[in-house]
């Protein structure tokens, strides 16, 4: 199984800034990584897949990179709606394993 | 717009089996795609329990294989989730999602998730 981990645990960002999230995998997962935002209450929501490519509907303000076992999750400009957990995930074996989350929370 | 939403019961006893059904609507499951089940523990991560295609081919967790058993019924346009001899462990949020074509991939619809409690 692919272990996944993800740094920081907990980032403290002011709206208007940049964050940057990490996720590492413990052997290589190609391009084969998604990213998920949850909010409290909410189901996640699919952001990023084939690590770098917008799912439908997300704003350009997310960007992703990355490929082997290091990935980034970029927000540019932090909107108040993006005080959330995210999530990465790999794809590229079975079974299918999560990163364990970063929360991005309001500095 | 594809829409799911997951029915079943909140509370199972411990050594019960846990059973859901996400019935799906927009989006006819014989068209495609494989159909998933995560569940989430109260305050902690994401766990893939296993997917399914519309003819019925199945991927499982190993780490829940024993317990699990998906089906479809694409006549009700609906899949279901059962989890035997379930315990304090099992209690979570399910979801149920839409995930690719080929082969279970990622995620990029999701049901708003029903939490169950195993308790006695």
């Known amino acids: 199984e692919i272990v996944m981990t993800q740094s920081p645990a907990t980032l403290s960002v002011s709206p208007g800034e940049r964050a940057t999230l990490s996720c590492r995998a413990s052997?290589?997962?190609?391009?084969?990584l998604a990213w998920y935002q949850q909010k409290p209450g909410q189901a996640p929501r699919l952001l990023i897949y084939?690590?770098?490519i917008r799912a439908t509907g997300i704003p350009a303000r997310f960007s992703g990179s990355g490929s082997g076992t290091e990935f980034t999750l970029t927000i540019s400009i932090l909107q108040s709606e993006d005080f959330a957990v995210y999530y990465c995930?790999?794809?590229?074996?079975?079974?299918?394993?999560f990163g364990p989350g970063t929360k991005v929370d309001i500095k | 717009q594809v829409q799911l939403q997951e029915s079943g019961p909140g509370l199972v006893k411990p050594s019960e089996t846990l059973s859901l059904t996400c019935a799906v609507s927009?989006?006819?499951?014989?068209?495609?795609?494989?159909w998933g089940w995560i569940r989430q523990p109260p305050g902690k991560g994401l766990e893939w329990i296993g997917s399914?295609?519309?003819?019925?081919?199945?991927y499982y967790n190993p780490s829940l294989k024993s317990r699990v058993t998906i089906s479809v019924d694409t006549s009700k346009n609906q899949f279901s989730l059962k989890l035997s001899s379930v315990t304090a462990a099992d209690t979570a949020v399910y979801y149920c999602?839409?995930?690719?074509?080929?082969?279970?991939?990622?995620?990029?619809?999701w049901g708003q998730g029903t939490l169950v409690t195993v308790s006695s």
């Open positions: 927009g989006y006819s499951i014989s068209s495609g795609y494989y």
């Open positions: 052997q290589s997962v190609s391009s084969n």
């Open positions: 995930q790999q794809y590229n074996n079975w079974p299918l394993t």
């Open positions: 084939g690590a770098s």
């Open positions: 999602a839409r995930t690719t074509v080929v082969t279970p991939r990622y995620f990029d619809y």
């Open positions: 399914i295609y519309h003819s019925g081919s199945t």
